[in-house]
């Protein structure tokens, strides 16, 4: 066995990383175990906006009847794949029983302190690590071709703002002023969040791997973690490299986890989401900010030396393959609001599983019945942008040492 660690942390990606930086930020020592290469998971291919205006959760009033309606439409935002699967079926049962004004607001409450949290820290990371990963805090753009979408989502700002997240809205000639790479006549009005910001997330990924080694942390990849035990209060991990020990352990495998989580009889209700993107050379009227379109669900980033159009969520399960229709959906869902929708190069179509909990809520804390083990996992489609702060909110718990927001609601124990 390999001397024994301070903390491991299972799982390379940015939840991961995020993790051992922070750890090694308080003083501790860290062991990353990767099973492929750091950041080779759901935060290589995404869209990279960092976004405290998506606190409102996926379950919300309304959504089981669009999400019927959309289960029958195989390039929908959200689609179900017809299939046999009891584990999913409970899981979208407990999902729709989520989508009430009561739940939509406390998980709204929980996302939005994390989020601002992560958003404020990850500008102090940015400086203090010196992060080169095209970090710009321009604000992200909500564009709308139906005004009375607009309107309804417009109806929502105050609330948004009591919570901190500040708003935006231009009517259509004024963001045809601001935003040139529209076509014209076909947008109603835009919703602006200053507050939320982008990174180009494998870039991002990248920087906290070097911050991690630099700081005398350790990367194992290619170590793929088999089974986790505890032993006279240490936690052992049983890997494809011979077995790792440390005092503490953190279990970052997004979607990943409930499979890991198993070997120590937990059952985390995480349902893998399946998100889809394509990335191409930057156009020669690219947009100057990231935006969303929001009746297509499509999320545009522009870079600059490339550009990417990402978002949808389909449940398949692990389902392995690139599903073109999908992938279609994201190019002609651009088609409608961008006068240049793609590059003229295609460089990588991909997909990732996001870990999706039934209340749209992480699952950050101590594991039950588990002295020592930790969870950092169900970030759903916004791991990066809660990266910093569930690093942090995990450094603090494992040293003791008061944390910056309540961790109350991200526990375990809300799911028993």
Not at 91 to 115: I, P, Q
Not at 292 to 306: A, Y
Request: aromatic content about 8%.
């Amino acid at each position: 066995m390999s001397e024994r660690d301070d903390v491991l942390i299972v799982g390379g990606g940015v939840i991961g990383l995020s993790c051992a930086v922070a750890l090694l930020d308080a003083g501790r020592g860290v062991r990353v175990l990767e099973a492929g290469k750091t950041g080779c998971g759901s935060s290589h291919g995404n869209c990279g906006t960092i976004t405290p205006s998506h606190a409102p959760p996926l379950a919300a009033p309304g959504m089981i009847a669009q999400g019927l309606r959309w289960m029958l439409t195989p390039d929908a935002p959200l689609y179900v794949k017809p299939s046999i699967d009891p584990a999913l079926w409970l899981w979208l049962l407990r999902f729709a029983g989520r989508c009430n004004a009561r739940d939509w607001a406390e998980a709204t409450r929980a996302k939005s302190a994390l989020l601002n949290d992560s958003r404020s820290r990850l500008a102090i990371w940015v400086r203090d690590h010196a992060l080169n990963c095209a970090f710009e805090e321009g604000g992200v753009d909500y564009v709308y071709r139906d005004a009375w979408r607009l309107d309804k989502d417009a109806s929502q700002c105050t609330a948004l703002r009591e919570i901190g997240i500040d708003t935006e809205i231009f009517d259509a000639a004024a963001y045809a002023r601001e935003e040139p790479a529209m076509r014209e006549g076909v947008v109603a009005g835009t919703i602006r969040f200053p507050g939320d910001a982008s990174v180009r997330p494998n870039d991002y990924v990248a920087e906290l791997a070097r911050v991690v080694r630099e700081r005398g942390g350790i990367i194992e990849e290619d170590c793929r973690v088999e089974a986790i035990s505890s032993r006279a209060g240490d936690v052992i991990a049983s890997t494809s490299h011979g077995p790792r020990c440390g005092r503490e352990a953190v279990l970052a495998l997004g979607a990943w986890s409930p499979t890991l989580a198993k070997s120590l009889r937990l059952k985390l209700p995480i349902q893998p989401g399946k998100g889809y993107s394509i990335t191409y050379s930057r156009p020669l009227q690219a947009p100057r900010r990231p935006i969303v379109l929001k009746e297509v669900s499509v999320c545009v980033t522009t870079w600059e030396d490339g550009y990417r159009l990402g978002s949808t969520m389909e449940f398949s399960g692990y389902d392995s393959t690139l599903n073109r229709r999908r992938l279609d959906a994201l190019e002609r869902g651009a088609r409608a609001y961008l006068r240049e929708p793609v590059g003229a190069q295609r460089r990588e179509e991909w997909f990732g599983w996001r870990p999706m909990t039934y209340d749209d809520v992480p699952i950050i804390g101590r594991a039950p019945g588990h002295a020592h083990l930790w969870l950092a996992t169900g970030h759903g489609m916004l791991g990066v942008s809660m990266s910093t702060g569930t690093g942090q909110l995990i450094a603090d718990l494992i040293s003791g040492r008061a944390p910056a927001i309540d961790p109350a609601c991200y526990r375990a124990e809300r799911f028993q």
